[in-house]
């Protein structure tokens, strides 16, 4: 079977998507996300003239061979743009080959290893009474674990915190907007907000927090003492991971499970984390860990040191990063969850997809292959808009991680 044909479609219904669809000589395609918040354009150009020359003409059956190519063969390895481009070919190969055995992607993968794929949403107000509130919400939606966010006072642009409705999008201008952060408030406050959750909605629901980078790692090992009594599902990236040797220390002094992992592009990010058992959860994803080839081979490095899986599933990610990372996290053995942020309306047309929610689980469907398309005529009506994430400066000024 080979490749005859590949094109990058560039969408924004709502938010912007890079979308890489590859052709076959015998009538069979697949798709595959190559997203990257903020910096899309750049993937383009990657695809469009570094990559696609190479595909036309081979077997798109030698999935693994070609991404030895596409890695090894580029010489400049890994990195944000190299990886996405690599994972938008995979997972549009996997979809093929899937597709050509009329079989859904996870039983091409090695089949069920559960019936569903727990998934968490995301709760979160202007301050502690609002999150308490849209907990609820969330649960009333049949959610069995939420990421609860709020409003820190004294904090312009709390991390999380969205415009209203489902749907949190925190790239919403051109130009990088300019937010506030600061540490002693936010150490105070955090604690404050869980304390409120367990007291409003009880021990049944899962908990879970995101720190997004934002603390040193004794700060970081502090707050998890602090939210030890609310006994969080996990705390996560609580301080940035280049130094993966920074965790020891938070891992000293709290039992507050940890998850990072969302901003890694390979196995080389996470070995010293996952070796040394310095977290509970990886959280790669399909689109920016070389898809789902490289993906297995984290998970099963992880699986050794009995750490699971907890992918990153933000709406920055398409459908169709979703869609194949269910196929992957019902087959993969050593899962933990999934982040499941809703897409709007005007996405969820563009891209038509299997996967179903149903009382806390998603599930990928049986459609062959990864189980979602896209509407090529209806993604042309959404041009691209350029959309970039904010960043943060402390209160005197300097300039810290958003």
């Known amino acids: 079977m080979k490749i005859t044909r590949a094109t990058v479609i560039v969408t924004c219904p709502g938010r912007n998507f890079v979308t890489l669809k590859i052709e076959t000589d015998e009538g069979v395609y697949g798709i595959g996300d190559a997203t990257l918040n903020g910096r899309e354009k750049a993937v383009v150009a990657y695809l469009e003239d570094h990559v696609i020359p190479v595909l036309i003409g081979r077997d798109a059956h030698r999935i693994e061979d070609i991404w030895q190519y596409l890695y090894k063969g580029a010489y400049w390895r890994r990195g944000p743009v190299t990886m996405s481009a690599i994972a938008a070919v995979d997972t549009a190969l996997w979809d093929i080959k899937a597709k050509a055995a009329g079989l859904p992607l996870y039983q091409i993968l090695g089949g069920a290893s559960r019936e569903g794929v727990l998934v968490y949403g995301h709760a979160n107000g202007a301050d502690i009474g609002e999150t308490a509130d849209a907990v609820g919400r969330y649960r009333d939606m049949g959610y069995r674990a939420i990421r609860a966010q709020s409003g820190v006072p004294g904090v312009k642009g709390a991390y999380g915190v969205g415009k209203g409705g489902l749907y949190y999008e925190p790239a919403d201008s051109a130009l990088p907007e300019e937010t506030v952060w600061s540490t002693p408030h936010y150490l105070r406050h955090a604690p404050k907000l869980f304390e409120r959750l367990r007291a409003e909605h ?39 991971a280049e130094n993966q040797e920074a965790f020891r220390l938070v891992r000293r002094h709290t039992t507050t499970p940890l998850a990072v992992g969302e901003i890694f592009n390979s196995v080389h990010d996470c070995r010293t984390l996952i070796q040394e058992q310095l977290i509970d959860f990886i959280r790669t994803t399909v689109v920016h860990a070389g898809g789902i080839t490289h993906l297995r081979q984290i998970a099963g490095l992880a699986a050794l040191y009995q750490v699971r899986t907890g992918s990153h599933g933000a709406t920055d990610l398409s459908p169709v990063c ?5 196929h992957f996290d019902l087959w993969v053995p050593n899962f933990g969850i999934q982040e499941y942020m809703r897409h709007t309306e005007e996405t969820d047309a563009v891209f038509p997809h299997a996967y179903r929610f149903e009382n806390g689980y998603l599930h990928p469907g049986d459609t062959p292959g990864h189980g979602v398309d896209i509407d090529e005529a209806l993604a042309a009506k959404y041009p691209y808009n350029p959309k970039q994430l904010p960043v943060a400066r402390l209160t005197d000024g300097t300039l810290w991680n958003w």
């Open 202 to 240: 009880g021990e049944e629901i899962e908990l879970l927090h995101d720190v997004h980078h934002r603390l040193t790692p004794i700060e970081a090992a502090r707050l998890g003492k602090d939210l030890e009594p609310f006994r969080l599902f996990w705390m996560e990236d609580c301080t940035p």
């Open 322 to 326: 979703m869609g194949a990372a269910l």
